[in-house]
């Protein structure tokens, strides 16, 4: 599965920030597949963000869900990341990824998403 990643560069602090990420040639709602959000920070390691599946629901870290949200557009094949009250904190490469439905697994770990974007890098700043 192919997957692009795109979004502005700079954020500043407590605005809000959408990164989109294409699948082309393919369907987000074919199959059974969860499409996620993982970033990056600095010297950090991956950390998975959240994810839609391809029914339409979707499921988000803890530490994040206050101000995060995963939408789609199915006539574009994309989706869509929004996190709001930006912090220095969430500068990172963002990417999207994707698994297929695996059973007993939760896909809420970094390590179970086979297909990946490149990445796009966010740096929160005024």
């Known amino acids: 599965v192919q997957l692009q990643e795109s979004g502005p560069g700079l954020a500043k602090p407590s605005q809000p920030l959408s990164l989109t990420c294409t699948v082309p040639g393919g369907s987000i709602t074919a199959n059974d597949y969860f499409w996620a959000w993982i970033r990056q920070p600095p010297g950090k390691g991956l950390e998975w963000i959240g994810y839609?599946?391809?029914?339409?629901?979707?499921y988000y870290s803890p530490s994040l869900r206050s101000r995060t949200s995963i939408s789609r557009d199915t006539s574009k094949n994309q989706f869509t990341l929004q996190m709001n009250n930006l912090e220095p904190g969430d500068t990172a490469v963002y990417h999207c990824g994707a698994r297929p439905y695996l059973r007993y697994t939760l896909s809420t770990q970094v390590e179970e998403y086979t297909d990946w974007g490149q990445g796009t890098q966010v740096t929160v700043s005024s």
């Open positions: 839609i599946r391809s029914s339409g629901t979707s």
